[in-house]
Structures are given as C-alpha cells and as structure tokens.
C-alpha cells in the first residue's frame, strides 16, 4: 500500500513557478505508477501528469504539456511536479495518486479510476 502526502503548494503570480512534492510510504512504491491531478470546487478531477514504475514513461494533459514535468525519485519515495508558466486557470486543487496496483510496465494511468490512493491536496493559486 502506498499513502502519498503532497506539499509545495501556494500563491503565486501568473508567469511563476511552483514545485509540487509527493511523499509515499509503502514498500511498494517503487514498482507503482503514479500520478498527479487537480479540482476546482464543484468540478470533476481532471488528470495534470503520469508517471509509469520507473519514470522511463510520462504522460501529460495537453493543458500542461510544454509547462509541467513530473519526474520520480524511487530511492527516496518521491514524485515531484515541476510548473512553470503558470496562468490563472492552473488555480486548484492538486492531488498526487499512486495507482491501484503494481504495474512494472510502460503504463501511465491517466483516469482517476485507475488510482487507488490519494494525498489529501495541496492548493495553488495563481494570481494575475
């Protein structure tokens, strides 16, 4: 079982950037893909970026793509979320998730479906 824990969050104005941190216990976390998702009030969670086992594979919502990088540090238990770029509709909720299950493969799970277990989110603001 793998328990992420997000920190990282703030203000900041448009234009800046901010660096997302995902903590994991679980022994497993080095063979689970993992992923990071945002919400706004009264709106559903929308995928931001995926990781697949071993960070060799990265997927990303074409909202971020060119701005956001994921990346993964399996000898630390750690998925990062690097933004740049940021705009005022990047303001919400954002979630990191480990997937369901180990999966030692080139999968990104990109629904909210495929996550078994979820941070408890950090918020992000970006003024402008």
């Known amino acids: 079982q793998v328990q992420p824990v997000e920190s990282g969050g703030g203000l900041v104005q448009a234009g800046g950037s901010l660096r997302l941190s995902c903590a994991s216990s679980?022994?497993?976390?080095?063979?689970?893909?993992m992923g990071w998702f945002r919400q706004a009030p009264g709106k559903e969670r929308e995928f931001v970026a995926g990781i697949n086992w071993s960070g060799g594979m990265t997927v990303y919502a074409d909202s971020v793509k060119g701005r956001f990088t994921i990346s993964r540090d399996n000898a630390k238990n750690t998925v990062g979320l690097q933004m740049i770029s940021l705009k005022p509709e990047d303001t919400d909720v954002y979630y990191c998730?480990?997937?369901?299950?180990?999966?030692?493969?080139?999968?990104?799970?990109?629904?909210?479906?495929?996550?078994?277990?979820w941070g408890q989110g950090t918020q992000v603001i970006v003024s402008s």
């Open positions: 679980g022994l497993s976390f080095s063979r689970t893909p």
């Open positions: 998730a480990a997937h369901r299950s180990i999966k030692i493969s080139t999968t990104v799970a990109t629904q909210a479906n495929e996550y078994g277990y």
